[in-house]
C-alpha cells in the first residue's frame, strides 16, 4: 500500500475501537476482513448488487463493498459478530430461513435494521427490504417468516 495514500482511522466495530491505516480506496469490507478479522461480511458481487457484506453503520444498513473505510472514520459499525444471539439470528434459525448459509449475514443485519428502526412494517415493507439481498439457493418465504415471528413476539401483527 502506497503510504502517502494511506490514513489512520479509527473504525469502531461491535463497540471496540480499532486503529488502522487504511487506503484511499479501500473498502470497509476489505478493512473488515483482512485488517480486523471479521469473515462474517462476505464479497459476493463486489458491486453492491447482491447484498452478502451487508453491516450496519450508525444502525442503518449498508453495503460494505460500497463503502470507503477513511469514510467510516468514528462511524458506528455493525457486523454479524456483534450480534451474540439477537432474537433475528434465532429467527433465522428456528424458520430454516439459509441455505448455504453466504449471504444469510447480510439477510440478518438487513432484517436486524428493519426489525429495530422500521416503525410501520407491513407486508410490502418486508418486501421492499427483501430485495435489496439475493439468495441464489432458496426462496424468501422462510427469511420472511423469521421477520414475521420477531415483529410478532414485539406485538406488530400489521402484516
Same mark, same amino acid.
Given at each position: %500500500?502506497?503510504?502517502?495514500?494511506?490514513?489512520?482511522? *479509527?473504525?469502531?466495530?461491535?463497540? =471496540?475501537?480499532?486503529?488502522?491505516?487504511?487506503?484511499?480506496?479501500?473498502?470497509?469490507?476489505?478493512?473488515?476482513?483482512?485488517? $480486523? +478479522?471479521?469473515? +462474517?461480511?462476505?464479497? +459476493?458481487?463486489?458491486?453492491?448488487?447482491?447484498?452478502?457484506?451487508? &453491516?450496519?453503520?450508525?444502525?442503518?444498513?449498508? /453495503?460494505?463493498?460500497?463503502? $470507503?473505510?477513511?469514510?467510516?472514520?468514528?462511524? !458506528?459499525?455493525?457486523?454479524?459478530?456483534?450480534? /451474540?444471539?439477537?432474537?433475528?439470528?434465532?429467527?433465522?434459525?428456528?424458520?430454516?430461513?439459509?441455505?448455504?448459509?453466504?449471504?444469510?449475514?447480510?439477510?440478518? %443485519?438487513?432484517?436486524?435494521?428493519?426489525? !429495530?428502526?422500521?416503525?410501520?412494517? !407491513? =407486508?410490502?415493507?418486508?418486501?421492499?427490504?427483501? =430485495?435489496?439481498? *439475493?439468495?441464489?439457493?432458496? +426462496?424468501?418465504?422462510? *427469511?420472511?417468516?423469521?421477520?414475521?415471528? &420477531?415483529?410478532?413476539?414485539?406485538?406488530?401483527? !400489521?402484516?
Amino acid at each position: %500500500m502506497n503510504t502517502r495514500s494511506a490514513h489512520d482511522i *479509527i473504525l469502531k466495530v461491535n463497540g =471496540e475501537e480499532h486503529k488502522i491505516l487504511a487506503g484511499s480506496s479501500e473498502t470497509l469490507l476489505i478493512a473488515l476482513r483482512s485488517k $480486523l +478479522g471479521l469473515t +462474517g461480511s462476505k464479497p +459476493g458481487c463486489l458491486n453492491g448488487d447482491c447484498g452478502a457484506c451487508t &453491516v450496519l453503520i450508525n444502525g442503518v444498513p449498508h /453495503k460494505s463493498c460500497l463503502s $470507503l473505510a477513511v469514510e467510516m472514520d468514528e462511524a !458506528d459499525i455493525m457486523t454479524i459478530e456483534g450480534l /451474540k444471539e439477537d432474537p433475528i439470528q434465532t429467527a433465522f434459525v428456528e424458520h430454516f430461513a439459509f441455505q448455504c448459509g453466504y449471504c444469510t449475514s447480510g439477510f440478518i %443485519m438487513n432484517c436486524k435494521a428493519l426489525v !429495530d428502526y422500521m416503525e410501520t412494517i !407491513d =407486508e410490502n415493507v418486508i418486501t421492499e427490504w427483501l =430485495e435489496s439481498n *439475493i439468495c441464489r439457493c432458496t +426462496g424468501y418465504k422462510e *427469511i420472511e417468516e423469521a421477520v414475521k415471528s &420477531v415483529l410478532t413476539s414485539r406485538g406488530n401483527t !400489521d402484516y
